[in-house]
């Protein structure tokens, strides 16, 4: 399991006090979306402060 990179928490989405955006961001792995996890591309994530998905 993935753990956001400015906290350790497993959680995605608000909450992270410790994060720029105010987000938990992971980066374990590279083909999901460091906001939420999905392996989707382009619009529809709901954690991303832009609404897309970001690997």
């Known amino acids: 399991m993935s753990r956001c990179r400015f906290c350790g928490s497993s959680s ?20 999901r979306c460091v906001y939420c996890g999905s392996s989707s591309y382009g619009s529809g994530c709901s954690y991303s402060p832009n609404g897309n998905h970001e690997h």
């Open 12 to 31: 995605h989405g608000s909450g992270c006090s410790y994060s720029p955006t105010g987000r938990h961001v992971h980066n374990a792995d590279s083909s």
